[in-house]
């Protein structure tokens, strides 16, 4: 009886580190795709904002708003083309996303090259290290944290398409009513700000809830393959996307120093 417990033990142990072994590299494998992904679209946001004749394309009309809303129209519809997503379909989505707004986040570059805004390259490195330690923070509270985050995740998936909604509402608007002054508030740096900083606090709670929800996915597959690489793609996608709005939000605050 002795040698059953035992035995048992032993292989109820390496069931567990096999599973924590997997999860790991599941989770590797999305944090890997999303360094990849920053990385890569820095170095199109640097080419883009540094090198002339690229710039002297990319940041002028009608181009420019071509570059702007890029980014936006690709994550729009990536609510109804990943409604049964596939590996090669999500990477490519996923991919698209990341050169659509290294291009856009090139505008930074071009201002600091300009000197434009109080935006420096020692205001683009202070603000990407400290959106690194952010997620880094967040993500490991998502993955260790016993608490569900559930309910603050859908919380806070509807406060982004909230702040998404009067983001947009203030950029269009004063464009259609120049002569409104209530949409004219939307040009303000402390409503830029305000903004900036709903779409960091909400993308913020989301790092930790996808890591934790990430997590459930793996279970949930149970060594679907297919499953893991679209989940793969698509946790970096959405992770890719909060670090950019984190970080866009400390380049509105240090740039304001």
Known sequence: MNDFNTTYGSASREMDMGLNAGLRGFMLGVYNKLALGIAVSGVIAYIAGSVAPISA????????????????????????????????????????????????????????????????????????????????????????????LGPIGTFAVMGLWGAFIIGMMFFILPMIFPNVPFFQVGNNGTMQLIISGAFALFSAILIAWNTQSLKETYFALGGDQRGMAVATNIGALNFFIYFVNIFQFFMHLLSND
């Open 57 to 148: 394309v990319i940041f002028s009309s009608p181009i420019m708003w071509i570059v702007m809303f890029a980014p936006v129209a690709l994550i729009l519809a990536s609510n109804f083309m990943m409604r049964n997503p596939s590996p090669t379909g999500s990477a490519i989505l996923y991919w698209a996303i990341v050169v659509a707004l290294g291009l856009s986040m090139g505008v930074y570059f071009f201002m600091a090259k300009l000197g434009l805004g109080g935006i420096t390259h020692f205001v683009i490195t202070k603000a990407f290290l400290a959106t690194a330690a952010t997620f880094a923070g967040l993500s490991l509270f998502g993955y260790t944290t016993k608490r569900d």
